[in-house]
């Protein structure tokens, strides 16, 4: 089962950046797609960014052209790179992987969540 560890979320103001870490371990991690997700408190976690295995990406509409998921296997660590950030994106940002992209949306499957990173995006 993956396991994973967040990292490098903080107080940013508007329109600032930030570059969050993953890194994986229980896991051969070249097999696995992984993705970002974010909670708003009292909401179900979303998924932002995902990346397969190969390197293709996914974002939704809300966060395309902002975000940028990369990955670099010989770290096992999968990034989020996010720019022009807003107070809307404020919340508890998280990591996940499945050997399969597509199934990463439906995070009513996962039983584990790591500890997650905080983002706040104030002036």
């Known amino acids: 089962q993956v396991q994973v560890v967040e990292s490098g979320g903080g107080l940013v103001q508007p329109g600032g950046s930030l570059r969050l870490s993953c890194t994986a371990s229980?896991?051969?991690?070249?097999?696995?797609?992984m993705g970002w997700y974010r909670q708003f408190p009292g909401k179900q976690r979303e998924l932002v960014a995902a990346?397969?295995?190969?390197?293709?990406?996914n974002y939704p509409d809300s966060v395309q052209g902002r975000f940028t998921i990369s990955r670099d296997n010989t770290k096992n660590t999968v990034y989020l790179q996010m720019t022009s950030l807003k107070p809307e994106d404020t919340a508890v940002y998280y990591c996940?992987?499945?050997?399969?992209?597509?199934?990463?949306?439906?995070?009513?499957?996962?039983?584990?969540w790591g500890q997650g990173t905080q983002v706040t995006v104030s002036s």
């Open positions: 990346i397969s295995a190969g390197g293709n990406t």
């Open positions: 996940n992987g499945d050997q399969y992209l597509w199934r990463l949306i439906m995070v009513d499957e996962y039983d584990y």
């Open positions: 229980g896991i051969i991690f070249t097999d696995y797609a």
